[in-house]
């Protein structure tokens, strides 16, 4: 699972880079021609920061919404980001307030954390997990249900039920070891200097992730 966590990461990590690209060509003539376009908000007042430095451009409020983003890593969906106090610079993009919602599809999660995983949707909210795994000498496939948090920017993964395709002494057996193939507690690495992952929950159609940060350095 823990290919999941840094999966997940680096997909919401290529939308803060994506976001600034869309904001730099937002207004550029021609952007985008022939492809559709995320919708984006820009709210710049008259008078600029007194701070602002030579070739920079200060952005009061941004938001940026598209259905889909995709990444060599895999697609997201849903996507929303809202910046405020945002100054592009010549090395790249400072943000007072930066907050992204992204949905991670099952099937985009399934695919990074490879070996046959099969993620879904289970009842009251939580995750389920389908994988064939070796225990105690057995080749058997194990089905899990759990929850899914984030805990002081980390991702958290916690199994609320395992059953194992196989006798019951095997599921009594290897309970503790098929445990800690579908826990995880992963400090969230690769995320931008201010940000940090708030919340991640369950959807129908995938993970829904928030990440949040103030005084947000991205560069190019």
């Keep these: 699972m823990k290919q ?6 680096s997909m919401l990590v290529a939308l803060v880079v994506a976001v600034l690209a869309l904001i730099w060509s937002v207004g550029s003539p021609g952007a985008g021609r022939g492809v559709p376009a ?4 820009v709210s710049t007042p008259a008078t600029a920061p007194p701070d602002l430095a030579t ?12 259905a889909d983003v995709t990444t060599s890593d895999g697609g997201l969906s849903d996507v929303t980001a809202v910046g405020s106090d945002v100054a592009l610079t010549p090395d790249g993009l400072r ?6 919602d992204a949905t991670l599809p099952f099937a985009t999660a ?3 954390i490879g070996g046959g995983v099969s993620l879904y949707a289970a009842d009251a909210g939580l995750a389920g997990l389908r994988r064939r795994v070796s225990v105690l000498g057995r080749d058997v496939e194990v089905r899990a249900t759990g929850t899914v948090r984030a805990v002081d920017g980390r991702l958290v993964i916690e199994p609320e039920t395992i059953d194992l395709d196989g006798p019951d002494w095997l599921d009594s057996a290897a309970s503790t070891v098929v445990r800690q193939l579908v826990t995880i507690r992963h400090t969230v690495e690769g995320v931008p200097e201010g940000m940090a992952l708030t919340s ?3 959807q129908p159609g995938g993970f829904r992730a928030h990440l949040r940060g103030d005084d947000v350095t991205i560069t190019r």
């Design 55 to 66: 070739g920079e451009t200060w952005l009061q409020d941004v938001r940026l919404t598209s």
């Design 200 to 202: 991640v929950s369950v």
């Design 110 to 112: 399934a695919s990074q």
């Design 95 to 100: 943000a007072g307030r930066l907050d992204i």
């Design 38 to 41: 995320p919708t984006a908000t």
């Design 4 to 9: 999941f966590a840094l999966g997940a990461v």
